[in-house]
């Protein structure tokens, strides 16, 4: 085999070992996407994201679990937990269940403050709903939530 | 009238006196490290959506952690750890239902540090299992922060490590719990 056929076949397979190379140390090092960024699977209020998990929690797993959801709703309560992280509950005061919104805690991303009782549209991943057994009221949960008023233009 | 009014008075009493034997969060913290001597990299994931729930008078203790809510540094670690080992869309939930079984007594009333048992059933991954821990609890400014570490092995919940990572996954995990419980009003 002379050189020059030797030069033709490594150079391609050098460049797919680098491209290969690249590519795993990118997927291997790859951080969660800033929500912001991605679009919702479904745009709904709190009241329908919860009566869907109450009325039939797998069906409502199967559509909403793991997806980037827009939630509209009445700012209820809000708290931060000691490490700092934000906590907004959709909802009607009147009731005790509730759209848990767990805010995207990446530094400087402010959230806050947030006044009670105004009318919000947040996004985040959609982590799943614990049933009122523990009567403490039924919960839907998001993380890594945004607020729509700080969605990228 | 006066017995109605009496009647109100003690049903308002009863309910205020259930209320303040439980405490309570909806924002506790579950970690666990799986990291192996032969991980080429840490592997620990924080939940920070843990419900919690401690009644006093009876000493049951009872958590619900969603495990699609468990957040990892890397992406690629998240996925896997839901769709490859605890399977999160088919096993969306982990709970602990249990109670304080030995241990000092605990003066829920005075601020303090006491050391407790606490044993119960946990069904991860559609498996149920009992579990003893030992754990803290620490009473201050009328809140609770219960505390614990223990380890549990994966095979004994159904989940599976692949044979190529067999050796870079810890088969026992180390979970660590840390709850501060709010009285329920």
Do not use: W
């Not at chain 1, 209020?45 to 827009?70: H, I, P, R, S, W």
């Not at chain 2, 159904?158 to 995990?173: E, F, H, N």
């Amino acid at each position: 085999m002379s050189k020059k056929t030797i030069t033709r076949i490594l150079i391609p397979v050098l460049v797919l070992l680098v491209l290969g190379a690249v590519y795993v140390y990118r997927e291997f090092n790859r951080k969660a996407p800033d929500t912001a960024d991605l679009t919702p699977a479904y745009e709904l209020t709190g009241t329908q994201l919860l009566e869907a998990f109450q009325q039939d929690e797998k069906k409502a797993n199967t559509l909403y679990l793991g997806k980037v959801l827009a939630v509209t709703g009445m700012i209820k309560s809000q708290s931060s937990d000691s490490a700092g992280v934000q906590t907004l509950v959709i909802g009607d005061t009147a009731f005790l269940s509730s759209v848990r919104c767990i805010m995207n805690g990446d530094p400087g991303s402010v959230t806050g403050p947030f006044s009670t009782g105004t009318r919000i549209t947040i996004k985040g991943i959609c982590t799943g709903y614990n049933a009122d057994d523990m009567g403490l009221g039924a919960d839907v949960l998001l993380n890594r939530s945004v607020p729509q008023n700080l969605l990228k233009p | 009238m006066k017995k109605l009014i009496i009647c109100i008075l003690a049903l308002f009493v009863i309910k205020n006196t259930t209320a303040q034997d439980k405490f309570f969060t909806k924002s506790g913290r579950i970690s666990f490290d799986a990291t192996s001597p032969k991980s080429p990299e840490n592997i620990e994931g924080m939940n920070k959506t843990v419900t919690c729930v401690l009644d006093t008078k009876t000493g049951n203790l009872q958590m619900a952690v969603l495990m699609k809510a468990f957040e990892f540094d890397r992406a690629l670690m998240q996925e896997h750890f839901n769709e490859n080992y605890v399977e999160s869309n088919k096993f969306p939930k982990t709970e602990f239902r249990g109670a304080i079984v030995a241990g000092t007594v605990v003066n829920y009333g005075k601020d303090g540090v006491y050391l407790v048992k606490v044993k119960g059933k946990l069904t991860m991954h559609g498996q149920t299992k009992e579990v003893e821990a030992e754990g803290k609890l620490t009473v201050k400014a009328g809140k609770i922060q219960v505390q614990s570490v223990f380890s549990e092995q994966l095979a004994d919940y159904g989940v599976t490590i692949p044979q190529l990572v067999a050796d870079k996954v810890a088969k026992t995990a180390k979970i660590t719990v840390d709850c501060l419980l709010d009285p329920l009003k």
